[in-house]
Every structure is written in C-alpha cells, then in structure tokens.
C-alpha cells in the first residue's frame, strides 16, 4: 500500500464551505448586520433588501473582487436609501428625486446621522478586505444552504417588525378616499373677503396615540380664554401620505400628489390649488417657510400654485428672526409669529397667509438656539421617557405661545387660522413611533368671530 494511499483526509472544514461561509460573512451578515441591529428598537421593514442583497451575492460570486465590491456598494446603497424611504414615508421615487437638495441641509448636526455614516464607511472598507477572499462555492448543497439563509432572515425582518409595518412606506394606494383639514373643516368657504385665512402647517406634528401626558399638550394653549373670547375652536385629524411636500399638496391642491407634478406652470393650473382659487376671489396669497426657498424647488411651484409673495429664511432674516440650527437650519419658528401678524396688519386687501414651520424636523438637537434642550419646563414625564419627543414639544409650544400672543393682540385683524400637521413624527425607533398614530395628523381651526371693525382691518 503506498504512503498516498495510507494518507486521511485532513480534518475540519472542506474547501468550497469555507468558500460560503467567505460568501455569508459578507453578503448575509455584513450587507445586513446595521439593519438587524435596528430589529430591537424598530425600523422599516426591508425584507425585499434582504433578498436583493443575497441573490445579488450569488450572482456575482464567482467574478472578481473589485466586480463584486462594487455590486455590494451599490447594494448597501440601495438598502440605505430603502431605509430612509421608509423611515420618511417616502415613495422610492421621491426620495431619488430629492437627493439633488442633499447639499441645503447639515447632516453633521445629528450625531445620529454621523454615527450611521461612520459605520456604513466602516462596513464598505471591511467588504473589500473581506472580497478579497475566495466567495466561489458551488456544492448545490451550499447553494440551496445560501438560499435558506436569506429566506430565513427575511422571515426574520417580517417576525421583528409585526404590529409596526403600517408606520411605514405610507404611500397613498391608487383610489384612496380622500381628506384633509381644510377640506373637513371648509376652511375656504369662509373666503367671502370679510377676513384674512392663514393656513399653518406645522412639521412633525403627529396624533398621540395611547399617551396622554402628549394628548394633554397637543394644542393645550389655544384652551385660554382670549382664544375663546375671539374664535370658535374646533380639532380633528386628518389622512396623511408620504412626507412634507405632500401634506403642502394634501391641503392646498386637495388631492394625493407631491409637489413635482406642480413643477411645471400649466400642470400647476389644471390642479386648481386653494392660493389660485382665493386669488381669483381678490385675495393676495402669501407664503412664508422658515427655511430655504431653494429645498424641495418651493421658490419655484409656490407661484405656479398662486402665491403673489414668498418669504424663505433669506427674507425673514433681514426681518428680524434669529438663526436656529439643527439638520435643517433656518429661522427660528418661535420669531415668524410676529412677522405673519405684522404682514397682515399691513395687508390692503383680505389676504391668505400660509406659513410651513421648520424646527421640529427630527433629529432635534438640544442646542442650536431652538430653546428645547431643558424640555422638562414642558413635562418631567416627556423629558424621562421620550427626550427627543419632549423636545418637539417645546419647539411646538414655543410657536403656539408665540402665535397665541399675536392673534389676541387687540390689533391683529380678524382672521380664520387653520393649523395642521404634515405627517406622523418620523421616529426610527418602536418606542418613540409607536407613541404616535401612524395614518393620521392633527389640525385645529379657529373660525373668528364676528368683530365690529373687520371692514376695517382688512382693509376694505
């Protein structure tokens, strides 16, 4: 018997596992692991991401290196991108479409957004070390073990997320009933030329839901009695879809869309939008946002929609409002107050007035001048559980304080205001999301009495 012959095989791993296990380091573990990490405190669900990155990975396991990295790269960009889209309630094509105004805001003001960047680099440096390796299994044994493992976590992702997937990827289905706040209130009825209409939308205004500390707050100072001295005070909520832009639709073009269908002028008339319609009627229509007129291209559809006047950041900072940061930096929400109600003491003719808030974008920092860091001068309970909740609510309470002291004032002209919110809060996490009801948004509508000087103050 020859030596060769007498020889064991050696023990441990065979060669074309070691080869899938090469593969599963990468394309199941790493193009993944930053999401499961999320399974414990909540996210969107991406079970289709799962599949692609697998499948994807099967795909190219057999071509080089520097082939497959670059697959892998565009994979972790496409999960990435899916998980904002579905943190954000955004369409796919929505959120491709407003990467163009990336460079307007100040992601290095989150330390939650530098942390996600620092860990998705340290993952795509990682994956080309680890490429490098032989990922070129073929025991259909092992090919059939790679297909159960991506099925099986994306039975994984599904089981994580039960009771949470209706908070996300809220696009409106085709055929869906519509409502909105200005549409259940009838906001534009009273549009007879007797008193001014302003429409506020506040960002991230959300509908508490089995929270009652936060059902307490939400729009506790208009309970006063100048308020109820001066307006009927009616509440609802009201359907949302999608993001911002689309609640700016939602209320003024009374239907679902999104503002890039208002792009272009001709489009933009055939919707027929509430600033269009009150102009007709011999309302000038004005519109104020706290930040840049460029984001979103606002600069350019708020005209196409029918609004004569426009002020962004720029414009209220020559006015008089202070700076304040955050991812999205702009004029502080607490100071426009003022400068709405001195627009419309200056108005010569019934006006409407929209104004879109700014600083309760999420991530909300506890500096940057927006007065929230000591949030628990709102609520000890809020500021214990939910710190970056508690700190909307100061920003919010700041702005109706604020608000409240101009539209009592015995000099503010009669006006219906009409307040609303554009979307749901969009937490990542389970335990600030699930504080929130995930389809609707609040509004409260003060419907001003009859005052004797209206004629008067409205410049008729």
């Excluded at 949302?240 to 208002?262: I, K, V």
């Excluded at 500096?367 to 939910?386: D, P």
Aim: net charge negative.
């Amino acid at each position: 018997m020859t030596a060769i012959a007498m020889e064991k095989p050696k023990p441990g791993l065979s060669t074309d596992f070691r080869k899938f296990l090469n593969w599963a380091l990468v394309w199941i573990g790493l193009a993944n692991i930053p999401f499961m990490a999320m399974w414990f405190v909540g996210a969107p669900p991406r079970f289709f991401a799962i599949a692609i990155a697998g499948f994807v990975g099967l795909i190219v396991k057999r071509m080089p290196p520097v082939v497959q990295w670059i697959a892998f790269a565009a994979v972790m960009a496409y999960s990435l991108l899916s998980f904002v889209a579905g943190l954000f309630n955004l369409a796919m094509d929505s959120l491709l479409y407003s990467l163009q105004f990336f460079a307007e805001i100040q992601p290095s003001d989150s330390a939650e957004y530098i942390a996600a960047a620092v860990v998705i680099v340290g993952i795509l440096i990682a994956s080309w070390f680890l490429l490098k390796r032989d990922t070129n299994f073929d025991k259909p044994l092992h090919i059939l073990l790679g297909g159960a493992l991506i099925f099986g976590l994306v039975g994984a992702d599904v089981a994580m997320g039960q009771g949470m997937r209706g908070h996300y990827f809220r696009e409106a289905p085709v055929g869906a009933n519509f409502e909105s706040a200005a549409q259940k209130s009838d906001f534009a009825a009273r549009a007879d030329g007797k008193r001014h209409l302003v429409l506020i939308m506040v960002e991230s205004l959300g509908v508490p839901h089995e929270n009652q500390t936060m059902s307490d707050k939400l729009f506790a100072y208009y309970k006063n009695s100048a308020i109820q001295a001066r307006y009927d005070v009616s509440r609802g909520t009201s359907l949302y879809y999608n993001s911002t832009t689309a609640g700016e639709f939602r209320e003024m073009c009374g239907s679902w869309g999104d503002y890039y269908q208002l792009l272009d002028p001709e489009e933009a008339k055939k919707e027929n939008c509430l600033p269009a319609q009150l102009a007709a009627k011999g309302y000038a229509t004005h519109a104020m946002h706290s930040f840049k007129g460029e984001f979103f291209k606002r600069a350019e559809w708020y005209p196409n929609i029918g609004f004569e006047k426009q002020e962004f950041w720029p414009e209220l900072e020559k006015r008089g409002a202070e700076w304040c940061g955050g991812v999205f930096a702009g004029a502080c929400d607490r100071h426009v107050p003022s400068l709405l109600a001195e627009n419309l003491k200056k108005a010569t003719q019934p006006t409407f007035l929209y104004w879109l808030t700014l600083n309760a974008h999420l991530p909300v920092p506890t500096e940057a001048n927006l007065n929230a860091g000591n949030c628990a001068r709102i609520s000890h309970e809020l500021a214990s559980e939910f710190p970056m909740i508690c700190r909307q609510f100061a920003i919010f309470d700041d702005i109706d304080i604020a608000l409240i002291k101009e539209i009592t004032a015995s000099d503010f002209p009669e006006a219906d205001i009409l307040l609303v919110g554009d979307h749901m809060p969009p937490y990542y996490d389970r335990h600030n999301r699930s504080q929130f009801d995930p389809e609707r948004v609040p509004w409260l509508y003060l419907r001003a009495k009859l005052q004797v000087n209206s004629s008067a103050q409205t410049g008729e």
